[in-house]
């Protein structure tokens, strides 16, 4: 158990809509990465929050964003969601602003249908 | 052409082999880490170096940042090492994270 938790584990949904993904980090660590892996494009990154502020952001499209909210859970939100938003999403966390082990939690894998 | 490249992309290996896995950046890498993933999709963080070498059981990382290389070595290989190993790291100004496309291992009883 690495400590970091997602939520929901699975969703699927339609075209066009508006999903939310939470992640809550590691008791303690203040830094929270979004990445998003589809069978196409392996892993990438999205987007960093440090202890509530955007930080470095990545292959993020316009139509995603995220936050990282005062008790340090983030959210990514998706919208006018393709077909080619489909993959799994991962967020993980590390004490550190930079070098830090990265622990991750098990993913969301969105289904866009 | 790709920040981080690994190699081999796929490997297969009797149990008990010592197996090493490569990971090249082409980019000013500040702290290199090697994630396993399973099956099942979950990534789990090995290690994470910025210089020398570091050791957990079977696995050895070792970096050489002036050559901007890494490897990753399994000593006696055993069937639950099967699964996708990934290099990656942020940039050394912090504003981006490169993934290798990871490598694929098998490991036959």
């Known amino acids: 158990d690495s400590g970091v938790t997602q939520t929901p584990k699975h969703l699927i949904t339609a075209t066009g809509q508006r999903v939310t993904l939470r992640c809550s980090p590691r008791?303690?660590?203040?830094?929270v990465y979004w990445y998003q892996q589809s069978l196409d494009q392996g892993l990438q990154f999205l987007i960093q929050?440090?202890?509530?502020?955007?930080?470095a952001k990545g292959n993020i499209l316009e139509r995603f964003s995220a936050q990282q909210f005062p008790d340090l859970h983030s959210e990514l939100n998706l919208s006018s969601l393709e077909l080619g938003d489909s993959a799994l999403y991962f967020c993980a966390s590390s004490a550190r602003l930079t070098a830090g082990e990265l622990f991750f939690g098990e993913g969301s894998r969105l289904t866009v249908l | 052409k790709n920040e981080v490249e690994q190699s081999p992309q796929n490997l297969t290996a009797q149990e008990g082999e010592f197996i090493t896995i490569n990971c090249s950046y082409s980019?000013?890498?500040?702290?290199l880490h090697w994630l396993q993933q399973h099956p099942g999709g979950g990534i789990v963080s090995l290690f994470m170096?910025?210089?020398g070498k570091k050791k957990h059981g079977r696995l050895i990382a070792t970096i050489n940042i002036q050559e901007k290389h890494s490897s990753l070595h399994i000593t006696a290989s055993h069937p639950r090492d099967s699964a996708v190993y990934i290099c990656a790291g942020p940039t050394n100004t912090g504003n981006q994270f490169y993934f290798g496309t990871g490598t694929s291992l098998t490991v036959i009883p």
């Open positions: 008791s303690g660590d203040l830094s």
């Open positions: 170096l910025s210089s």
């Open positions: 929050y440090y202890n509530g502020e955007e930080r």
């Open positions: 980019v000013g890498i500040s702290a």
